[in-house]
Structures are given as C-alpha cells and as structure tokens.
C-alpha cells in the first residue's frame, strides 16, 4: 500500500462532532461517515460539517451496521474513532468482562474495527477505565486489540496540556496496523477561564438570544482564535434561574462557591463544588452536560449572577463560534457536555499525522 495523503474518518458514537471537527483543524483528516443514535446531535453534526454522510441509528441493527460497514469501503475509510459507552466496566461487571450486556457498544465498536480493518483507529473513553477492576478491562481491551493485529499505545490525556480552558482528563487509546503512535504530550501553558469568556461576560439569567451580535471586542488571543470564522454570536442564552437560586448567587462573592452560603440554604448537595464560580484565572473544571445549573457543580459565571451560558461553556470545551449547537436547552447541554473537545482531538491528530507524513516503511 503506497504513502497514505488522507485519512478518511468513520465516527461512531460521533454526538455533536467535537471528536471530527477537532480532527479537521488538521487537514489530512476528513469524516466521510458518521453515525450517533441521537436525532438532535446528529442534525448538530450534520450542520457544522455538512460534507460528512451522518446517519443516525442504533449501532448494534444488522442493518444499520451492514450500511457502515459497505459505505466505508465505499469511501476509502481509513481510520475509526469513537467513544463507546462502557456501563458495565465495574468491578461488580467483571465477572463477564467484555461479554457483559452493559458493555455490548464497546464490543459492537471493536468488531466493526474488525470488519473495516482500518490503518488507525483511536478509543476515547473515561479515565477510569484504565484503573477499574485493577485494570482487568483494559487488559481485556488490550487483548482484544492486539488480536485484531494492531499495535496500541494508550493512556490518560488532559485536554488543559492542549490549549483547551479546561481540566478534563480522559483514557485514549491509538491504535495502528504498522506504526507504533504514542500519545501526544501538550504543553504546560494554560488557557485561562478569562481568556476563554470574558468577552461574554454580560448577560443575566434569563438574557440573550439565539443569534446575536458581538456586544464587546475580543481580549485575548483564544477569544480571536474563537471568534475568526465567525461574523455572529450564537447559543449565548443564559438560564432562567428561580428566584432562590438568584438569591444564593447573589450571597456567594466572585470566584468563590458554597461556604458562603448560610447552612439551611446549602442544599442536600453533599459535594463542596456545587453552587461553585469558576475561577478567572484558572482553567475551568471538567464541563458536564448540566452546567447550566448552579446546583449540579462548579459552572456558575466567575463574577455574574448565573450559569455559564452554551456558548461559554462550549468555549470552554474548545469549539470555536462558527461550531453552532440545534436542539432544545437538555440536548445542547448533552451535546457541549459529552463531546471530546476540538483542540484535544486536533493534538491526537497532530500526533498520528507525524508518524505518517514522512512516508517511510510504505503501507
């Protein structure tokens, strides 16, 4: 097999895209199939990059599986990438392993791997599953992809070491029919909460629309980066918070969370980062897919009497403002939420695309 010049994607469990859009900032890697169970997500991916061939069903139907497997052949797929559920990686789930009911979106990924025989393929999934059950998953996994012929590198990633706002560490796994890719490294150099958002720092509860204009000009170097493809602010709504949780924010100083709160207003929450501001000048914590509630965490504005708003805290996951998100209110925080941030995937790609550009040991 001659020099590869492109690699051509199949994403399975794609959600919005962050995983591929992240891919694209380098342009050697293109998502020519997609494929998510969720309607909303999917028509999220299917608008931001409307090239992609995104089809949305369950990936464990015969039929929706033989249509995968024949179209990325089809296509030149190349590489598979992907996140798959994993419920069952507990200790109570070892007994049955990888043949666990719980994990069958995990084994349903595999043998898809198995039937496309890709140069490359990369796992994403949660740190802990590294570690669960003294590592008998992951040993299951590294067994399993050995079988199939590929050589794997794998470990925990920050996505702050690759220029995302964002403390959120995950488990990835790069896998290759002829190359041995390790993992990238990042850099120490963080970006800041305040680099990320402070542009937006306006809006109350209950402000802000669909699309919009710019109200203030960019201040840092990120927010440029953010703003460059994009003539409009989109997905800036800020929650319609109730009249008591308005009054816990207002008692609770800049950057600062619930030990400021008198007792009897603390909540049942048990976690001291609940009812949390982020921190100017630090990197935010792991964004979940309720961020728009003060309750659920740290994600309320540093300084401002709300939640961070979709279009911050997609901000914070790193995708850029052209990157625009469909759906009602829960499915948007699900689609920021769950994704792989953009600039974490553009530092996976960065990485395999060293070992292949030179050529050398053609394929």
Known sequence: MSKIEQFNILDLFCGAGGFSFGMHRNNHFKTVIALDFNEEAANTFKQNMPDTDVITGDITDENIKKM??????????????????CQGFSMKGKKLGLE????????????????INPEVFVIENVKSL?????????????????????????GILNAKNFGVPQSRERAIFICSKSRSITL???TDTVVTVREAISDLAY????EGIFESKYEKASESDYQRMMRNSSGKLYNHQATAHSKIALEKLAMI???KGKEYLPDDMKGKQKFN????????????PTIDTRFDAPSNGTNSHPELNRAITPREAARIQSFSDDFIFYGGKRSIGRQIGNAVPPLLAKGIADKIWE???DGKDDI
């Open 184 to 186: 990238p490294k990042g």
């Open 203 to 206: 809006l109350n509860s209950a």
């Open 68 to 85: 995968i497997v024949e179209k990325s052949k089809k296509l030149g797929v190349n590489m598979i990438i992907g996140g798959p559920p």
């Open 253 to 255: 100083p800049a950057e």
């Open 130 to 154: 590294l570690s669960t059950a003294g590592g008998f998953f992951r040993e299951q996994i590294l067994e399993y992809i050995n079988k199939l012929g590929y050589t794997v590198n794998y």
């Open 273 to 284: 980062t609940t009812w949390g501001r982020l921190v100017w000048n630090g990197v935010s």
């Open 100 to 115: 666990d009911e719980r994990n069958y979106l995990f084994r349903e990924y595999l043998k898809i791997v198995e039937e």
């Open 355 to 357: 070992m292949y550009e």
